[in-house]
């Protein structure tokens, strides 16, 4: 895909549920209580279980890599975690969006995107960044 400076790119949604959680968890070796237990995650002021910063920021690259189509494409991504990513204990579990629009696209063929990432209408990312190789 040849991208453009302005260009807007669609929307990419994650479904993100508590098993999602609970795998990653054993796979990240974060086995921080607040991404399994309700009780311990209200307990220290939370809205409930949260997702991984890391596993939310897994899922930004894979809406890049799905934009650019190619993995090895990406060279950079680079986000502020702002709001935490609850996820209810329902068989839905929540869904995490991604869009981003081209900053600017350079002679050699880097692009630079802003992306945006929001969870029940919030967004849960700032200052996210990603630079890529255009293909």
């Known amino acids: 895909m040849a991208f453009a400076k302005g260009q807007q790119l669609p929307v990419q949604t994650f479904r993100v549920t508590r098993a999602d959680l609970v795998r990653y968890a054993g796979a990240s070796g974060d086995l921080n209580p607040i991404h399994w237990s309700e009780r311990t995650a209200v307990g220290v002021g ?55 629009v081209i900053k600017s696209v350079s002679e050699d063929d880097l692009v630079t995107f802003d992306l945006t990432a929001t969870c029940a209408g919030e967004k849960v990312l700032a200052q996210a960044r990603v630079v890529v190789k255009q293909i």
């Open 46 to 100: 939370l809205p409930g279980v949260i997702a991984h910063g890391m596993y939310t920021m897994a899922l930004a690259g894979r809406a890049v890599t799905g934009w650019v189509g190619s993995a090895d494409a990406v060279l950079d991504i680079g986000v502020r975690f702002t709001r935490p990513v609850p996820v209810p204990d329902t068989d839905e579990g929540t869904e995490v969006a991604f869009t981003a």
